[in-house]
């Protein structure tokens, strides 16, 4: 890794750990279909409550931020290409679920990860 990939590396872990608000409109599990080339996008309801945590809507029950969840998805969002992903989130549903322009542009950010890691056969962990 040369050293402005480090320099970048170190202010990305460093800005990672910053506190952030929850999206009210829910949340994605991004991950990559190798099989069929795609990222993929799970779509997941929640509820914020007053402590800032997700929760899941039917059950009350904090939603782990690492870790299997049970819930079932509301969508599965697929694309070929981050652009692609984002169209159909974002700009093809009339009912986006994204709620907050931070959420929009991690999202963003993430597609393209996963985009790459697709590209050249990496593994993609979500931020």
Not at 23 to 46: M, Q, S, W
Not at 60 to 65: N, P
Not at 85 to 90: A, G, T, Y
């Amino acid at each position: 890794m040369n050293e402005l990939a480090q320099t970048i590396k170190k202010l990305d872990d460093q800005l990672s750990k910053r506190p952030i608000a929850l999206d009210p409109g829910g949340y994605f599990i991004i991950y990559i279909d190798r099989e069929n080339e795609l990222i993929c996008a799970k779509y997941f309801t929640n509820i914020i409550n007053e402590k800032g945590l997700a929760v899941d809507p039917e059950t009350g029950e904090v939603i782990a931020a690492r870790g299997k969840s049970n819930r079932t998805s509301e969508t599965l969002f697929t694309g070929r290409s981050a652009k692609e992903l984002c169209v159909k989130v974002i700009e093809e549903n009339k009912q986006c679920p994204i709620t907050m322009l931070d959420h929009a542009a991690y999202l963003g950010r993430e597609f393209m990860r996963a985009e790459i890691a697709l590209i050249m056969g990496t593994e993609y962990i979500q931020d």
